[in-house]
């Protein structure tokens, strides 16, 4: 690979580093992603997984190495790092969705005060992407009269209202009920086939390997492997990626 | 098995300490073993002691005649006679404003708006009211009940701001009809704030004390919480100054020497507004504190998912932090309200006729001399009045919205 | 084509987060200081035109020339002002203290008798809550002081108590020890009963850290400290003499007197502050989950260990914050004293001191100085605390 990224890598990270105090959270980590790609990122706990791509979106804030998110590298700038975040939507293990406003107004507040969007034109688009994640039905109930399945639907209808070039999931299914599980999981994969960059970081094994184009072991706060899934699943070359596996397996 | 079976049998009737009957609940309650009894009886005894010298003083030993010949002074200070129906104007208003607001924040005519709406009613009962009193009293129940219900029937969007909007033209014109405009001889001639006294200005000082210090209070709290180290500091310096010292110096400290931080030629500030800012200081820093509990309860989550969506720090906080930080501390608020009111009592002490105030003038007054008993009684029964039934409301409010249960 | 090293790209300075984070910062402190600067300035001028010098404590050396009319030290209107402060701020902790240990006790007692199965008690104690909580502090202050203090009878016409305590509008006149010569000894006897009992303590506590059973060590002390003290009371030839008052025409003799202002102070600030603490020790008991309670009788403990060793360690985690701001209100609130005519610190200093030098500036930062340590001091005192309890906890 060149020095340089080429048109279609959509995000490059090269040797992005990030020390908590002085525990070393990530070590020189380098991924470069295709656009309309989708990588899944596996990991034990404690690897580093989640640290990394909220560092892609700047909730954490990375103290060496390059991250560039579209064509905009991310610094301290105010103005790339408020266009990367609008680039770039997230799903969050807890949802996060916010229990004050309807499940409407969740979708429509972004849109409306970041992208100056109409409110009607905003509703309409609101209610296209409910009815996309399958519910509708649920558009003036509060956050906290749904399911966690349904409450993952709308934090990913969510994320989407700000038409997003990449969507960042950080362990979407981790904290769900086993029977919502696949709800989530199928709105996911529908959203991977319209050609949605998706950085995914999961423990779903039958997930990464339907619908990762790539998977990214991570250990340590290392990248320890890159592979399609069939390499990963039969042909792991690393020992503790085949140790984790084992055990995950 | 059979023998307890055969047990069973004779207990198919609970036992009498068990049952729902009057003695059953007697016996439970109250004579349940021998400490209990004993118990009861020294409680019984301490009762009638307290009861009997009570209903002595009230009905035998009481001279209440001061009460009905300062009833006026009590309740407005020396704010006119003929102006009284610009007050009544104010209290219509405010029944009619908060039963509007209850409907846009709350939805449901709850047991707490019930209550609400039988504030007035308890006060009819306070045996010194005249009748056109009590006829004005009922006309705000109706008022706030009016407000209720017709707001139910407006098709209005954002109930939360609507609410905020009433409460600020409820502000302005409350305070246009209590100054007055125009004129000596006009229909509505000034009166000056050093008139207004008694129940009205202890209300109002409360009123105006936390209102005004609500914005400092929020924005000392979000300070507070920043992330900016200097304004942090800065924050917690101003709060931990305040809520270190007690309220009556900084009261004496408005008074002697809010005119000298002024430049020359300041115009001479009234002594209830140097009152009133003192009491705002002072209030803003309690707000800051329950605000921040408010804050502090909103999971880091919110906040993330907020920046991922691109939401400015300023759009972050007007739309996702604060709505929830300050639902949450609603209760706590109300407290703090409550609190405020019972405090307001010591600016009797730097010269303002307040409720307080105004009893220590009665007081001096040789028509009434030793009437002390009569007379702050009365003031301590309206003060519980008014802060009973608002924490009483407040905690319906509490546990309806399930706050405090864990 | 774009190159990598993006973190070689330094913004512009008005777009780089950390600058805008520093200059945030810069604009508020410029804008509270510029805004301090001008008051303090507008200030100065205007103290220059009242005084030769505009700020000096030199004042606090003359002398006072007002009495005060009570004191724990010797002071009289020859003395300096510092001297009257001090007698102030010693009146302050006097009221403080002893208020704080009887609204404790009295609080306790309403607490726990609010949550009595006995339904008189309850009530009783629900009752006197809900007054004293919706009641303004300076409104039962004023109520004591005039409506209660100042309607007992003339010192002629004092009500007597068991022969000894005698109360009249002046106060109440209350027996009290005169030491002898044996004081002394005693006083180190009672020092030796101390020792032992924290002797005995320490051995106790370790050998319940041995054993696992920890004995009732503050009880033990007590115990040891009450025998060491009563063996020195029956020993030695009479340590303390009962000095009892008596009527002697218009005055009481001996005994000592607490005047109706320290009283009607004391009282009120226990009635009103025992409600709050009541509230606080219901709702640390009521904090221990039923769970607790029960996992205890599972496990076979008595209500009564149940009690020591299960709810009380986790209730008193609970309450002792608020219970220490309780505390801290009470010293607060003393200074209340001003309306009913008790020397404490605020009246000496905040009326006092300050009519008569017009020095507002110094006297406002000597009063809010001594105020702010006294919770700083707390609240330090109280943070410790607080980590200590967690380390337990974890």
Redesign the interface.
Known sequence: MSEEATADEIIVCQDVCKWFGDFQALKNCSLRVQAQEVVVIIGPSGSGKSTFIRCINRLEEHQAGDIIVDGIPLTRDVRNIEQIRSETGMVFQQFNLFPHLTVLENITLAPIQVRKMRKDEAQDTAMSLLNRVGIPEQADKYPGQLSGGQQQRVAIARSLAMSPKIMLFDEPTSALDPEMIKEVLDVMQELAETGMTMLVVTHEMGFAREVADRIVFMDGGEIMEVGTPEHFFTNAQHDRTKLFLSQIL | MTSAADANSDRSVLPITERYTLIGWVRRNLFSDTLNSLLTLAALAFLFIVASNLLRWAFVTAEWGVIPANFNLIMRGQYPATEAWRLWLVIYLLGAVVGSSWRLLSGKFSGAARLLIAIPFVLMLIPFFSMATRLNLVITAAASAAGFFITGYLPIQRRGRTAAYLLLAYLVVMLILLQGVGAEEGPMPPVAPILWGGLLLSLLLAFFGITLSFPLGVALALGRQSKLPAIRVMSVIYIEFIRGVPLISLLFMGQVMLQLFLPDGFPLVDRVLRALVAITLFSAAYTAENVRGGLQSISRGQYEAANALGLSTYQSTIHIILPQALRAVIPVLVGQFISLFKDTTLVALVGIFDLLGIARTILANPDWLGTQQEVYAIIAVLFWIFSYSMSYASRRLEQRLGVGQR | ???????Q????FY????V??VF???L??VI?LGLGLF?FS??I???REKHAVAITFSFLGQTAGFDIGESLIEYSRERTYLRAFVVGLLNTFQVAVLGIVFATALGILIGVMRL??????NR?AAVYI??F????????L??WA???F??LPRVADAIVLADSFYLSNRGVAIPWGIPTESWRTYLIVLGAGVIIGAALAYFLREHGKRTGRMPLVTLWFIITVAAVGLIGWIVLPQPLTLDIPSLEGFNTQGGIILSQQFLALLSGLIIYTAAFIAEVVRAGIQSVSKGQREAATALGLTPAQTLRLIIFPQALRVIIPPLTSQYLNLT??S??A??IGYPDL?AVA??TI?NQTGR??EM?TM??GT??S???LTSILMNVYNRRIRLVER
């Not at chain 3, 790209?9 to 512009?12: A, C, D, L």
């Not at chain 3, 909580?133 to 039962?140: F, G, H, Q, S, T």
Request: glycine content about 6%; overall charge positive.
């Open positions: 084509m774009q190159t990598i090293h993006a973190s790209v330094r913004p512009p777009r780089d987060e950390r805008l984070g945030s910062q810069v508020v402190v509270v008051f507008n200030m001028s205007g103290l009595s199965t006995n339904f008189l008690v009783i809900d007054i909580r919706n009641i303004p502090l300076l409104v039962l004023i109520f005039q409506g209660v100042l309607k607060k609130n200074s209340l001003i309306a605020f905040g009326n300050l507002e500036i406002f009063i809010m105020y702010l006294l919770s700083l």
